[in-house]
C-alpha cells in the first residue's frame, strides 16, 4: 500500500513523498492519520539542520531525516495478539511519523472516547512531556509556578499546572501575543522575561519566589532567569532542550545556595513500564491525559491555532524556521484525502 510521507529531504526542504507500507505485525497496529501535530521546537531543529539535534550523538545531521510525534485517528488493521484497540477505534498516538498511515506498537496506541476530537487526540502525546515535569517537581496544591516559554509545551504547562493546584501561575514569553494567550487559558499573570523588572515582579507576586519552575525554552538565558525568580529549595524542571551548552550560570548562588533543585525532565528520562511516585511511564501519562480530556477537567483542542493539508507542508516549516511566534499548528490527513 502506498503511504504518504512528509520528509526533510534536505535543510530547509520538505516534501510529500509517496512509500510502501506494510500490514502490522504481532502487537503492532496501523492507524490512518487524522490529524497531527507539529512539535516545533524540535522540528525547526531537524528542519533546519541543526547539528546540535541530538546530544547523546555526535554533532551532525544527516538527510533525509522524518520528524512526527503525535497524531489522533482510525485503526485500520490489527495485528496478532493486540487487545487494547480494534478496527475502527478513534486513537491517539505517540512517537508517530508524519504520514498519512503508521504502524505502531499497541503500547503507543490509546482508544479515545467519542466525545475527546481528533484535534485534542493529536495533542495527547505531546502533553505528556509538561505532564511528566510537572509530575517531577512534585507539585503541591496551593504552591506558585512559573513558565518560561509558552510554544505548545509551556501553554500545556500552564493547563496542567492549573488543574495541579499551582497560585499563581505565572507565564512568562518575550511575545505579547502569546502571553495573552497564556492568560485566556489560565495563567494568573504573563511577564516578558526581557523586562530588567521580571525577577522583581516575580517576587513580589509570589510573596519571596516560585517554588516550581518549568523551563521550556531551552535557552541558557531562560533557564538563568528562571534561577532569578526561584523561593529558597524551589525545584526546576528542565523540559527544553538545551541544544546549544554554551552558556554560564552561577551554580553557586543561584542553585547551591538556595538550596535548588535542577531536574532532568526530558519525556525519555522516565520509566518504561512501571510508573512510581513523581515517575510515571509515558503510557500512563497518555492515559491520564486522556482521562483529564473525558472528564472535562482538561482541554486541549483550544490551542490549536492553525489546521493545514500534508501539502502546505513546505509553507509550514518555512514559516517555522524562522517566526518565534509560530502558532500551534496541526496537518489534516483528510483533507488531504479530498484532494
Not at 555526535?58 to 485500520?76: D, K
Not at 492549573?162 to 499563581?168: E, I, M, N, Q, T
Request: glycine letters at 10%.
Amino acid at each position: 500500500m502506498k503511504n504518504a510521507n512528509i520528509i526533510f529531504t534536505e535543510p530547509y526542504v520538505a516534501k510529500l513523498i509517496e512509500k510502501e507500507i506494510g500490514h502490522p505485525g504481532a502487537g503492532e497496529v496501523l492507524v490512518r492519520s487524522v490529524r497531527d501535530t507539529i512539535s516545533s521546537g524540535t522540528e525547526r531543529a531537524n528542519f533546519i539542520g541543526d547539528a546540535n539535534i541530538n546530544s547523546t550523538k555526535a554533532p551532525g545531521v544527516s538527510f533525509p531525516r522524518q520528524n512526527g510525534y503525535s497524531i489522533a485517528g482510525i485503526v485500520e488493521e490489527v495485528g496478532e495478539g493486540v487487545k487494547s484497540v480494534s478496527v475502527g477505534d478513534r486513537v491517539a498516538c505517540s512517537w508517530t511519523k508524519h504520514a498519512k498511515y503508521n504502524i505502531l506498537k499497541e503500547e503507543k496506541v490509546y482508544r479515545l472516547d467519542p466525545s475527546i476530537g481528533f484535534d485534542a487526540g493529536a495533542l495527547v502525546h505531546i502533553a505528556t512531556f509538561p505532564l511528566a515535569a510537572v509530575r517531577k517537581c512534585k507539585l503541591e496544591i496551593g504552591e506558585s509556578a512559573i513558565v518560561m516559554g509558552l510554544g505548545v509545551l509551556g501553554l500545556i504547562s500552564v493547563k496542567l499546572l492549573r488543574a495541579a493546584g499551582a497560585v499563581p501561575i505565572i507565564a512568562c514569553d518575550p511575545i505579547e501575543e502569546k502571553r495573552q494567550q497564556a492568560l485566556s487559558i489560565g495563567a494568573d499573570y504573563a511577564l516578558d522575561p526581557f523586562d530588567p523588572e521580571f525577577p522583581k515582579k516575580v517576587k513580589e507576586l509570589t510573596n519571596g519566589g516560585a517554588k516550581v519552575a518549568i523551563e521550556v525554552t531551552g535557552k541558557g538565558s531562560g533557564l538563568d532567569g528562571a534561577l532569578d525568580c526561584m523561593a529558597p529549595f524551589g525545584r526546576v524542571a528542565l523540559l527544553g532542550c538545551t541544544r546549544d551548552s554554551d552558556f554560564s550560570i552561577d551554580y553557586y548562588r543561584k542553585v547551591h545556595g538556595r538550596g535548588v533543585t535542577l531536574i532532568g525532565a526530558h519525556t525519555q528520562a522516565r520509566p518504561k513500564k512501571d510508573s512510581f511516585d513523581g515517575w510515571w511511564s509515558e503510557r500512563d501519562d497518555a492515559l491520564s491525559i486522556i482521562e483529564m480530556l473525558g472528564y472535562g477537567r482538561l482541554t486541549l483542542a483550544d490551542l490549536v491555532g492553525e489546521v493545514h493539508s500534508p501539502c502546505e507542508a513546505q509553507e509550514i516549516f518555512t514559516r517555522l524556521a524562522s517566526d518565534r511566534s509560530f502558532p500551534v499548528v496541526q496537518f489534516d490527513w483528510e483533507v488531504f484525502d479530498q484532494k
